[in-house]
């Protein structure tokens, strides 16, 4: 084993370990690279779309798939895949907003209530557990029905599922941290509490949360696409890989292709996002290290 | 908003009135309380009919197709997660396992949409929907199936191969008793109560799920009417209906905890 004088490895070793126990499998390094296309088009959409996504030619109506439109044009006579890409855009921006809601209120809520223990934990932990009672779609439903359909809504709404998964993880980290004889002496050296917490017990949260962030992204793009798809998240003309599904239902008979690959586009990513988190995981648990 | 852009301010005033919505918020809110724990959720804002007679033959219609759903989920996801775990890294266990995957990552209302591609309208096996033909209900009872069952089979290979790793069974087996029964009276039954706990949430999700299905294949359940209150704002259904699905969630979760005691004598009720 390679290590230094002091017996311990190196930051640097260590990360070289990391990534070689994590690409052992093929599969986690195949969805690795599709994400990183996945980022790469999500950001730099509006430079890369071939046509403008949202302003179709009527001429080309239902244009099949040829040269010029590798996935033909869709009913408006929009090229399918500016629409593709432009999606990729929107599913990214309401998944990292919804996790990014989830991880924040979530974490925040399941740090304080495992620390501070007593009452407020019981309090927040029953109300995360009437929360995780609902069907989560139901849920999101019934935000958006108070607040009315928009992006800004779906990703809320979408959020708000995530928290309860966040604060128990977060409460169940905290509270085998908090008794450590680490932190015990920490408080003894007269440490604060969000010293405490920043310092001491937030770093053994990290590996736990990236595994159950990138599996919760996955969730978070299947919901804005059911949601999109029943008409109460984007909004047309945005272009949604779940609104572009439920518009190419209606031409199912005649082009199937128009909801088949955006729905394909969503379960590819969905299963390089479900992949990579089981990837993570299995390269993060110490139990498992060779 | 019901009374249409052309309505004068008396119109509205008497639309409120009779809709009760020129009372305080909070009053509003007591009424409604009081006449839900009498079973009477009030009248649909559109159609003027009792929100009741509306949701009853909806949620008959749901049950219907999400019972036929959890039969299949039961029938095909408990066997193939053990055929899986019979033989973990086989090709019979990969085959499983990566439709798990695939079930768990495709848009649920996709998969809808390709069965209905693929079976109605390429092969013409079966309707595309319709509520008043048995076979109307094999598609969208498929699809619900397939992404649940994908979640059955693979808690029940996991906790089958957690089982089959205890002493206990190697002691069975160096009794000479048949594999089979190793399989099935030792390890499915100490293996199920992971199991049935799985099945009872995914029970739940399934409600949710159903909205989505019910949309792709027109199925006249409680979850479309749901999605088309909202988008008409006809908020008593919507209350009605969000009510509904979660007391049935909340029934559900107490059948899941006594079935318990008929798996796991050591569970008891006190």
Same mark, same amino acid.
């Given at each position: 084993?390679?290590?230094?004088?002091?017996?311990?490895?190196?930051?640097?070793?260590?990360?070289?370990?990391?990534?070689?126990?994590?690409?052992?499998?093929?599969?986690?390094?195949?969805?690795?690279?599709?994400?990183?296309?996945?980022?790469?088009?999500?950001?730099?959409?509006?430079?890369?779309?071939?046509?403008?996504?949202?302003?179709?030619?009527?001429?080309?109506?239902?244009?099949?798939?040829?040269?010029?439109?590798?996935?033909?044009?869709?009913?408006?006579?929009?090229?399918?895949?500016?629409?593709?890409?432009?999606?990729?855009?929107?599913?990214?921006?309401?998944?990292?907003?919804?996790?990014?809601?989830?991880?924040?209120?979530?974490?925040?809520?399941?740090?304080?209530?495992?620390?501070?223990?007593?009452?407020?934990?019981?309090?927040?932990?029953?109300?995360?557990?009437?929360?995780?009672?609902?069907?989560?779609?139901?849920?999101?439903?019934?935000?958006?029905?108070?607040?009315?359909?928009?992006?800004?809504?779906?990703?809320?709404?979408?959020?708000?599922?995530?928290?309860?998964?966040?604060?128990?993880?977060?409460?169940?980290?905290?509270?085998?941290?908090?008794?450590?004889?680490?932190?015990?002496?920490?408080?003894?050296?007269?440490?604060?509490?969000?010293?405490?917490?920043?310092?001491?017990?937030?770093?053994?949260?990290?590996?736990?949360?990236?595994?159950?962030?990138?599996?919760?992204?996955?969730?978070?793009?299947?919901?804005?696409?059911?949601?999109?798809?029943?008409?109460?998240?984007?909004?047309?003309?945005?272009?949604?890989?779940?609104?572009?599904?439920?518009?190419?239902?209606?031409?199912?008979?005649?082009?199937?292709?128009?909801?088949?690959?955006?729905?394909?586009?969503?379960?590819?990513?969905?299963?390089?996002?479900?992949?990579?988190?089981?990837?993570?995981?299995?390269?993060?648990?110490?139990?498992?290290?060779? | 908003?019901?009374?249409?852009?052309?309505?004068?301010?008396?119109?509205?005033?008497?639309?409120?009135?009779?809709?009760?919505?020129?009372?305080?918020?909070?009053?509003?809110?007591?009424?409604?309380?009081?006449?839900?724990?009498?079973?009477?959720?009030?009248?649909?804002?559109?159609?003027?009919?009792?929100?009741?007679?509306?949701?009853?033959? #909806?949620?008959?219609? !749901?049950?219907?197709?999400?019972? *036929?759903? &959890?039969?299949?989920?039961?029938? /095909? $996801?408990?066997?193939? +997660?053990?055929?899986?775990?019979?033989?973990?890294?086989?090709?019979?266990?990969?085959?499983?396992?990566?439709?798990?995957?695939?079930?768990?990552?495709?848009?649920?209302?996709?998969?809808?949409?390709?069965?209905?591609?693929?079976?109605?309208?390429?092969?013409?096996?079966?309707?595309?929907?319709?509520?008043?033909?048995?076979?109307?209900?094999?598609?969208?009872?498929?699809?619900?199936?397939?992404?649940?069952?994908?979640?059955?089979?693979?808690?029940?290979?996991?906790?089958?191969?957690?089982?089959?790793?205890?002493?206990?069974?190697?002691?069975?087996?160096?009794?000479?008793?048949?594999?089979? #029964?190793?399989?099935? !009276?030792?390890?499915?039954?100490? *293996?199920? &109560?992971?199991?049935?706990?799985? /099945? $009872?949430?995914?029970? +739940?999700?399934?409600?949710?799920?159903?909205?989505?299905?019910?949309?792709?294949?027109?199925?006249?359940?409680?979850?479309?009417?749901?999605?088309?209150?909202?988008?008409?704002?006809?908020?008593?259904?919507?209350?009605?209906?969000?009510?509904?699905?979660?007391?049935?969630?909340?029934?559900?979760?107490?059948?899941?905890?006594?079935?318990?005691?008929?798996?796991?004598?050591?569970?008891?009720?006190?």
């Amino acid at each position: 084993m390679a290590t230094n004088e002091t017996g311990m490895r190196t930051r640097a070793e260590s990360i070289v370990r990391f990534r070689r126990r994590l690409f052992a499998n093929p599969l986690v390094l195949w969805s690795f690279l599709v994400l990183l296309g996945f980022l790469f088009i999500a950001a730099f959409a509006p430079y890369i779309t071939p046509s403008d996504p949202l302003r179709g030619n009527l001429a080309l109506r239902f244009a099949p798939p040829s040269w010029e439109l590798p996935l033909g044009a869709d009913h408006q006579g929009r090229d399918m895949v500016s629409r593709l890409i432009a999606g990729s855009r929107v599913a990214l921006l309401v998944g990292a907003v919804a996790v990014g809601i989830g991880l924040v209120v979530g974490g925040l809520l399941g740090i304080v209530a495992g620390y501070f223990g007593g009452l407020l934990d019981v309090v927040l932990m029953r109300t995360m557990d009437i929360i995780l009672a609902f069907p989560w779609l139901l849920l999101v439903i019934a935000v958006v029905s108070i607040l009315g359909p928009s992006l800004t809504n779906a990703m809320l709404a979408i959020g708000i599922t995530f928290i309860p998964q966040y604060a128990r993880l977060l409460r169940s980290v905290v509270l085998t941290t908090r008794e450590q004889d680490f932190v015990q002496a920490a408080r003894a050296l007269g440490a604060g509490t969000p010293r405490i917490l920043a310092q001491h017990i937030a770093p053994f949260t990290v590996a736990q949360t990236i595994v159950l962030t990138t599996i919760s992204l996955g969730k978070a793009i299947l919901a804005e696409a059911g949601l999109s798809f029943l008409g109460l998240g984007v909004q047309p003309p945005t272009p949604s890989w779940g609104t572009m599904i439920a518009v190419g239902q209606d031409y199912l008979m005649t082009q199937p292709y128009l909801s088949i690959v955006p729905g394909l586009t969503v379960m590819i990513v969905v299963i390089a996002l479900n992949l990579f988190g089981d990837g993570l995981r299995d390269a993060l648990d110490p139990k498992r290290s060779p | 908003m019901l009374a249409g852009e052309h309505a004068t301010a008396e119109t509205e005033a008497s639309i409120r009135a009779r809709l009760g919505l020129d009372q305080p918020a909070h009053l509003q809110y007591l009424t409604f309380l009081s006449n839900m724990v009498q079973g009477d959720f009030g009248t649909s804002y559109r159609s003027r009919q009792s929100v009741m007679d509306h949701i009853a033959p #909806a949620f008959g219609a !749901t049950l219907q197709f999400t019972g *036929a759903a &959890l039969m299949l989920m039961v029938v /095909i $996801g408990i066997p193939a +997660g053990i055929l899986s775990a019979t033989r973990p890294n086989s090709w019979l266990d990969r085959i499983v396992m990566s439709t798990v995957l695939i079930g768990l990552s495709a848009p649920i209302f996709w998969v809808g949409i390709v069965l209905m591609y693929v079976f109605a309208f390429r092969l013409g096996w079966l309707p595309s929907g319709g509520f008043f033909t048995w076979q109307g209900i094999i598609l969208p009872a498929v699809t619900l199936a397939l992404q649940y069952g994908a979640i059955v089979a693979r808690i029940t290979r996991t906790s089958m191969l957690e089982v089959l790793g205890n002493d206990y069974i190697r002691t069975a087996r160096a009794k000479g008793i048949s594999q089979g #029964a190793i399989f099935y !009276t030792h390890a499915l039954r100490n *293996a199920s &109560l992971p199991i049935v706990t799985t /099945i $009872g949430l995914q029970v +739940g999700s399934m409600l949710g799920g159903t909205i989505l299905i019910e949309t792709v294949f027109s199925w006249p359940g409680l979850g479309r009417m749901l999605v088309s209150a909202i988008l008409e704002r006809d908020a008593p259904i919507v209350q009605a209906g969000v009510m509904l699905i979660a007391v049935a969630v909340l029934v559900l979760n107490l059948l899941t905890d006594l079935v318990y005691g008929f798996l796991d004598p050591r569970v008891r009720f006190g």
